[in-house]
């Protein structure tokens, strides 16, 4: 039961997430929808009275200004609050609720068992949000299916097996810390597989945010966590 719970508020976060990107900027999406750590920093403490220390929220604040250098401030200056970045804030926090709710529940069962659950439940949610949208479901071209298929295996199947597989193991905090490196490792992949040329910005930027998290998984004489 819960780990379909934790399926509709991921399919929750996707379709957030996806309808922020019709009002904002995709770079300044991801940038805001990455404030994960701090609503899950902050959730721990509230719900479960965990605190972070001192050594998660340097490294967070390192890592979210990083963040912000690797995105370019020309994307964030100027801008003007409207509904894509309250889309934006929300999907952060749905995603911080989401890795909530895994780590108790990947305590008791099977990572695979836990999948099966949670896309299927996150599939059946975002189904019903297309119908009611009207959205097109079917009519792509064949390069568009082979490119939704690799998304679908690579992306969700592959990689949040991982995630999942690492809340097993992680607090949450540091989970959502650690995925903050997904941004450094898409500019890494996009020199090589794009040719994309790297600009100093985005070499300081992926320095600070590498930095960052590594901060957070200094140990100190008292448990952080």
């Avoid at 970045?85 to 990572?111: E, F, H, N, P, R």
């Amino acid at each position: 039961m819960v780990a379909m719970l934790g399926g509709v508020v991921f399919g929750a976060d996707i379709a957030v997430w996806n309808l922020s990107l019709f009002k904002i900027s995709a770079t300044v999406s991801t940038l805001i929808a990455n404030l994960a750590p701090l609503w899950v920093g902050l959730l721990s403490y509230l719900l479960f009275k965990k605190r972070s220390g001192s050594l998660f929220w340097t490294g967070t604040a390192l890592a979210i200004v990083g963040m912000a250098i690797l995105v370019g401030f020309q994307n964030i200056i100027g801008l003007k609050f409207n509904a894509g970045i309250l889309l934006a804030l929300l999907a952060s926090l749905l995603y911080a609720i989401y890795i909530l709710i895994t780590k108790g529940v990947l305590q008791k069962i099977s990572t695979v068992t836990f999948m099966f659950y949670n896309m299927l439940a996150a599939s059946i949610f975002l189904l019903a949000i297309n119908l009611f949208r009207n959205n097109n479901m079917t009519h792509f071209s064949e390069p568009a299916w082979l490119y939704l298929v690799g998304l679908g295996v690579i992306c969700q199947v592959a990689g949040w097996l991982t995630i999942n597989h690492s809340l097993r193991f992680l607090e949450p905090t540091k989970v959502s810390i650690a995925l903050l490196s997904q941004t450094v490792i898409a500019c890494f992949w996009a020199t090589i597989l794009l040719n994309e040329r790297l600009e100093l910005n985005e070499i300081i930027g992926s320095v600070i945010v590498l930095v960052g998290i590594a901060v957070t998984f200094l140990k100190t004489g008292k448990s952080i966590t």
